[in-house]
């Protein structure tokens, strides 16, 4: 989808669109991440409390300098989500 060009704008590429949709899509790419995090730790043997520990630890680190995002508080439903689940997480048996 081509944008149009501004008067005085030297190149259309210069100003990003509104970022309201990014927004959503980067906290549901998040979200998705952490939910395939908790699923491996699970398949690892972690207890839900190590990995709630660890998710926690992880967004800490990654946002550090701009501090805690939103979706970190949805970290605790995931980690119950996944350990919620029924079966061994442990994958196909070799």
Known sequence: MARKRRDGEPFEW?????ALHDRKRREAMYLNELRERAVLLKRL?????????????N??????L??????AGKIDGIVDEVYGRGGSGRGASS
Request: net charge neutral; glycine share 6%; with cysteine.
């Open 14 to 18: 210069l100003h990003s669109p509104p």
């Open 45 to 57: 043997n972690y207890s839900p409390k190590e990995t709630r520990a660890r998710l926690h630890a």
């Open 59 to 64: 967004v800490a680190w990654d946002f550090e």
């Open 66 to 71: 701009c501090g805690n995002p939103g979706f």
